[in-house]
C-alpha cells in the first residue's frame, strides 16, 4: 500500500471522528437513513371483540374492548361522524361522515355556518390497523351506510338531499341516485342481500331498493319521524321505530307491507329511535333518546316485556355475536353502556368521545 493511502485513510478516520465528537457535544442525532429508520409499529393482533363507537362532535371513532370494558384507542376519521357499519369479511369499517352543521330540533338552519362540502364522505377503516385507510366520495351529508352482501357496493343516505346514492367501493363512482323522502337517515340491508330499506324521518315513509336493479320498488307509510331498521335474520320482517309516534312499524320484509303497530307504553318521552335484532331472531331492542331506556321486544308476540334505563338519550346500538350483550351510545352523557340481556342490568360504562352516535361490533 503506498504511503499517501495510508495518509488518507488516516485523515477519513479522524474526520469521522470529529464529526462523531461534534454530534454528541451538540446533543442531536444524525438523520436516519433508509437502512436505519426503524418502521412503523404495528397494531397488536387482535385477539377478541371490538366496538366501534362514532363520535358525532369529536370527530373521530372510540375502540372499545368490550370484554375488559376500557378504551383501546381513537382513530381521528373526520367532520361529523355518525353511520357505521362493517363490511361482509370484518375487516373494514365504512363511516358516514358530513360537513353539514348540527341543527337539533328547533334550530334556525339559516343562522348556521355554511356546510364544509369537502368533508361529506365516507370513510374506510381498517380493523386489523385500527387507522383511516381513505375516504370515499359519499354524495352529500351522508348520515347512514349500509354494504353489499358481497362488499362491492355502499348505500348511503345523503340527508339534505332528500337522497340515497349507491357507490361502488372500489373507485367511488356513483351507481345510482334515487329520491327517498325529505331527511333520509336510516340505510338497512335486508339479511339475504335483496334489497335495503331508506327510512325518510320528513316524510314518514321507507323506500325500498333492489340493489340488483338498483331501482326502487316500493314505498311504505310508517309512523312519525322513522329513524332506522332492523331485520329478523330470515329476512321475514322488518322492525320501523317512530321517535315522533313512540311506536314500531312491523313490516312484512318481503312484500313490503305494514302488518302493525307496536305501541310502546311510557308516554311522548319514549322515542324509539336506534335498533338491532338478537342473533336468534327473538328480540328486538330499541333505543328511546330522552326516555333513557332500551327496550326488549318479543318478536313472537311483538309486544315489549322489558325496558332498561342505560344513560342520557340513547341513540346507536349493537348486540354481540352471541347475542348476551347489548351496547348503546349515549350522546348527552359521552358514554357507551353495556347491558347484559339475560339480567337486563347495565353491566358497565365506558367513557367515549364528543357526542358517541353510531355503533358496530366486531367479532
Given at each position: 500500500m503506498r504511503k499517501s493511502s495510508v495518509l488518507d485513510r488516516a485523515r477519513v478516520c479522524l474526520l469521522a471522528a470529529g464529526c462523531a465528537a461534534v454530534v454528541a457535544c451538540s446533543g442531536s442525532t444524525p438523520p436516519a437513513t433508509p437502512e436505519t429508520a426503524e418502521a412503523p409499529a404495528k397494531p397488536a393482533p387482535r385477539t377478541g371483540p371490538l366496538l366501534f363507537v362514532t363520535n358525532e362532535v369529536g370527530g373521530d371513532v372510540t375502540v372499545i374492548d368490550p370484554v375488559a370494558a376500557n378504551i383501546v384507542t381513537t382513530i381521528q376519521v373526520g367532520k361529523r361522524p355518525r353511520g357505521i357499519t362493517l363490511s361482509p369479511d370484518r375487516k373494514t369499517l365504512y363511516v358516514a361522515l358530513s360537513g353539514t352543521p348540527i341543527a337539533g330540533p328547533g334550530v334556525d338552519e339559516s343562522k348556521l355556518p355554511p356546510a364544509d362540502k369537502k368533508a361529506d364522505g365516507i370513510g374506510v377503516v381498517s380493523v386489523d390497523e385500527l387507522r383511516l385507510?381513505?375516504?370515499?366520495?359519499?354524495?352529500?351529508?351522508?348520515?347512514?351506510?349500509?354494504?353489499?352482501?358481497?362488499?362491492?357496493?355502499?348505500?348511503?343516505?345523503?340527508?339534505?338531499?332528500?337522497?340515497?346514492?349507491?357507490?361502488?367501493?372500489?373507485?367511488?363512482?356513483?351507481?345510482?341516485?334515487?329520491?327517498?323522502?325529505?331527511?333520509?337517515?336510516?340505510?338497512?340491508?335486508?339479511?339475504?342481500?335483496?334489497?335495503?330499506?331508506?327510512?325518510?324521518?320528513?316524510?314518514?315513509?321507507?323506500?325500498?331498493?333492489?340493489?340488483?336493479?338498483?331501482?326502487?320498488?316500493?314505498?311504505?307509510?310508517?309512523?312519525?319521524?322513522?329513524?332506522?331498521t332492523a331485520f329478523l335474520p330470515d329476512s321475514s320482517r322488518a322492525y320501523v321505530p317512530a321517535e315522533n309516534g313512540s311506536s314500531i312499524s312491523v313490516i312484512d320484509a318481503k312484500v313490503h307491507k305494514l302488518l302493525q303497530t307496536i305501541k310502546l307504553p311510557g308516554g311522548p318521552l319514549v322515542r324509539p329511535m336506534g335498533t338491532a335484532v338478537s342473533p336468534d331472531g327473538k328480540y328486538l331492542f330499541a333505543t328511546t333518546g330522552r326516555g333513557k331506556n332500551v327496550v326488549f321486544i318479543d318478536t313472537a308476540a311483538n309486544q315489549q316485556i322489558a325496558s332498561v334505563e342505560v344513560g342520557d338519550r340513547p341513540w346507536g346500538i349493537a348486540v354481540s355475536a352471541d347475542g348476551r350483550t347489548i351496547f348503546t351510545a349515549n350522546g348527552p352523557s359521552n358514554d357507551v353502556s353495556i347491558v347484559d340481556v339475560e339480567s337486563r342490568m347495565v353491566k358497565a360504562k365506558v367513557k367515549g368521545g364528543d357526542r358517541p352516535w353510531g355503533v358496530a361490533y366486531v367479532p
Open positions: 385507510v381513505r375516504v370515499i366520495a359519499g354524495g352529500s351529508d351522508p348520515e347512514t351506510v349500509a354494504v353489499s352482501r358481497d362488499g362491492k357496493t355502499l348505500f348511503v343516505a345523503n340527508e339534505d338531499v332528500g337522497e340515497a346514492s349507491a357507490i361502488d367501493v372500489s373507485d367511488g363512482h356513483v351507481l345510482g341516485t334515487f329520491k327517498v323522502g325529505g331527511e333520509p337517515e336510516g340505510v338497512h340491508l335486508r339479511p339475504d342481500g335483496g334489497v335495503v330499506y331508506v327510512t325518510s324521518e320528513e316524510d314518514n315513509q321507507v323506500t325500498v331498493i333492489d340493489t340488483t336493479t338498483l331501482k326502487p320498488v316500493a314505498t311504505i307509510a310508517v309512523g312519525p319521524r322513522p329513524r332506522s
